[in-house]
């Protein structure tokens, strides 16, 4: 099964890709290796504005990391030159959860994006992560997520 199956069979159509907030780009190519920004979760279209440990819970941060991992692969997409099946391997993710300093809980956070690569990519999908608690993210967004992945 393609990825482009994996994704029909999970209702998944890919977004059009964001446009930079700031001075840089959206992914950047060295080799067989893409590295894509960080995302932020969005909701509605706009950041998803919350903190973990205070107004939001680990699910709803769980479900916009998955969000975000949508908007990556949208980004992973483009950077392939529109085709997915050139991807060899999501290597490392690296997420950036928006939360109190006693919320321990940005692993599962970030599993919402984690699991997503694993069903989307299956084998390809498995991959090295960091996940950190932040005092606070761009536009105050509850998630940023950040991508290396390496492709044919």
């Given at each position: 099964?393609?990825?482009?199956?994996?994704?029909?069979?999970?209702?998944?159509?890919?977004?059009?890709?964001?446009?930079?907030?700031?001075?840089?780009?959206?992914?950047?190519?060295?080799?067989?290796?893409?590295?894509?920004?960080?995302?932020?979760?969005?909701?509605?279209?706009?950041?998803?504005?919350?903190?973990?440990?205070?107004?939001?819970?680990?699910?709803?941060?769980?479900?916009?990391?998955?969000?975000?991992?949508?908007?990556?692969?949208?980004?992973?997409?483009?950077?392939?030159?529109?085709?997915?099946?050139?991807?060899?391997?999501?290597?490392?993710?690296?997420?950036?959860?928006?939360?109190?300093?006693?919320?321990?809980?940005?692993?599962?956070?970030?599993?919402?994006?984690?699991?997503?690569?694993?069903?989307?990519?299956?084998?390809?999908?498995?991959?090295?992560?960091?996940?950190?608690?932040?005092?606070?993210?761009p536009l105050g967004a509850c998630v940023e997520i950040e991508?290396?992945?390496?492709?044919?």
């Amino acid at each position: 099964m393609s990825f482009y199956d994996k994704l029909k069979a999970l209702n998944i159509e890919l977004p059009a890709v964001s446009t930079p907030a700031a001075a840089y780009v959206m992914f950047a190519q060295t080799g067989n290796t893409i590295f894509l920004s960080g995302h932020i979760a969005k909701k509605d279209g706009k950041p998803w504005v919350g903190q973990l440990g205070k107004n939001l819970t680990t699910e709803e941060g769980k479900q916009a990391a998955r969000g975000v991992a949508i908007d990556l692969i949208a980004t992973l997409q483009e950077a392939c030159g529109g085709d997915l099946n050139r991807v060899k391997r999501i290597v490392k993710v690296m997420s950036l959860v928006n939360s109190t300093p006693d919320y321990t809980e940005q692993h599962l956070v970030t599993n919402g994006a984690s699991d997503l690569f694993g069903e989307v990519f299956g084998e390809q999908g498995k991959h090295a992560r960091s996940a950190f608690g932040v005092a606070q993210i761009p536009l105050g967004a509850c998630v940023e997520i950040e991508l290396i992945a390496e492709v044919a």
